[in-house]
């Protein structure tokens, strides 16, 4: 094969859209398409070649599995960016700094920010017995699709997170999984997929794009594994959240 | 929310704000894309799965980085799955003289069941067309295509894989890609 015609490289181009050449021939094309327009144009008709190549390979569907797997690990990635995403305090950062840098430091402040907190406690706690707003729960109701099971959702004071835990549910086949739907008028916002373990208890850390306590209602359906953009399967838990 | 009726591009800025349920669309869309991708690079069915989950990972994360006027969503897909099947490959290094590369025959694909969107329109629409051009191809053309494309073998590696000459493999490659190209231009035209 010719390396060039007249000084260009394009004969070069369709091995290297494909990452065939050698290492010293990839620099040799790159340097050469760094200056040239004529052979930057060709390069770009050549690469929608390379593109459209994966859509020429026969086709075969992954087991089922394969999705119940990502979304899962989507699922638990998610959970722990919000987690560790919680703002820390100022008398946290310092007590984690002295933790790691100074030890004994560290172990002189705790102590003085205990008594000082013991001492505060009595001040504090006299007020919250006025003032406090206590974590909110709401008890679903199950449905003659899933008799027995019990669900509840904990909520924070603020009505911003909220936690689900259900017991009695059945566990369900490897491809399909409860979904949780938070209601508001006619729209479905899904909350989270969960799995059940073999004595039917499971909970989830509802992720939800607004607070939860700006919704009307909440259900729980069984929905293909990694959920459904809308409801389609069985009901089995739901209930009002009242504010 | 529809998702099946939002193009792909929402879905990718739904993922990059941590919709789940966006993922889950685009994961029933190109999935099995991906997979046969993967599949096509690894001759491996377990890998192929692991590299499948770890695609759909990635656009998890890099959903933000997503560029349109760089290519199309389903372009940026092939492109990571290729690209992590190589990795795996190379790593592993299976025996790729024994491979077997599938290139769909270019046989009529309808149109899957269902509310035939315009992604699905656009993507059956592709698929006829590569698969009839690459179905034009000498068979010695599509196998030194596929084992550079999927495998990520160079020339030299390809021509000891087959005991060919090198010039001979330098030479299919270039022809058939160039082949592709014109097949692909005049059918676009026509």
């Known amino acids: 094969m010719s390396m060039e015609v007249e000084n260009h490289v394009i004969d070069w181009l369709p091995a290297y859209v494909l990452d065939a050449l050698t290492d010293d021939e990839m620099d040799q094309v790159a340097e050469h398409l760094a200056d040239c327009q004529t052979c930057q144009a060709e390069l770009a008709r050549i690469q929608q070649v390379a593109d459209e190549l994966p859509l020429a390979v026969a086709q075969t569907t992954p087991p089922p599995d394969v999705k119940v797997k990502l979304m899962k690990a989507i699922h638990t990635r998610q959970v722990n960016r919000s987690a560790s995403s919680q703002p820390i305090s100022l008398g946290q950062r310092l007590a984690n700094l002295l933790r790691t840098r100074l030890p004994a430091l560290g172990l002189a402040f705790v102590v003085v920010m205990v008594l000082g907190n013991l001492l505060l406690w009595r001040q504090i706690n006299i007020n919250n017995q006025q003032t406090s707003t206590p974590m909110r729960a709401y008890a679903l109701a199950n449905t003659q699709n899933s008799p027995g099971s019990v669900g509840t959702l904990i909520m924070d004071p603020n009505g911003k997170y909220g936690t689900l835990v259900v017991d009695n549910l059945a566990t369900l086949d490897p491809g399909k999984q409860y979904q949780v739907w938070l209601i508001k008028g006619a729209e479905r916002t899904s909350g989270g997929v969960f799995s059940v373990n073999p004595d039917g208890y499971g909970s989830l850390e509802i992720l939800a794009p607004q607070p939860l306590v700006q919704y009307e209602s909440i259900g729980i359906t069984i929905e293909p594994a990694g959920g459904s953009p809308s409801p389609t399967g069985a009901k089995v838990l739901g209930g009002e959240l009242l504010h | 929310m529809d998702y099946a009726r939002l193009n792909d591009e929402t879905l990718l800025r739904l993922i990059a704000r941590s919709q789940e349920a966006a993922l889950s669309e685009l994961y029933d869309r190109y999935s099995r894309l991906v997979y046969s991708v993967a599949l096509n690079s690894l001759g491996d069915s377990d890998r192929a799965e692991e590299v499948t989950q770890d695609v759909f990972e990635r656009v998890w994360e890099k959903a933000r980085t997503y560029n349109a006027e760089q290519g199309r969503v ?24 024994d491979l077997q590369m599938s290139w769909q025959e270019a ?21 006829r067309r590569i698969r009839w051009a690459v179905a034009q191809l000498p068979a010695e053309q599509k196998q030194a295509l596929g084992m550079a494309f999927f495998q990520g073998l160079s020339h030299p590696e390809i021509a000891s894989a087959l005991g060919e000459p090198l010039g001979t493999v330098k030479t299919r490659i270039r022809l058939g890609m160039q082949k592709l190209r014109t097949l692909l231009q005049d059918e676009q035209v026509a």
């Open chain 2, 107 to 127: 046989e009529a694909i309808d149109l899957p069941d269902g509310q035939n969107v315009e992604w699905e329109v656009d993507l059956v629409q592709r698929q």
């Open chain 2, 74 to 97: 389903v372009n940026w897909l092939t492109s990571i799955a290729r690209h992590r099947s190589i990795d795996f490959f190379r790593q592993t290094r299976s025996h790729h003289e």
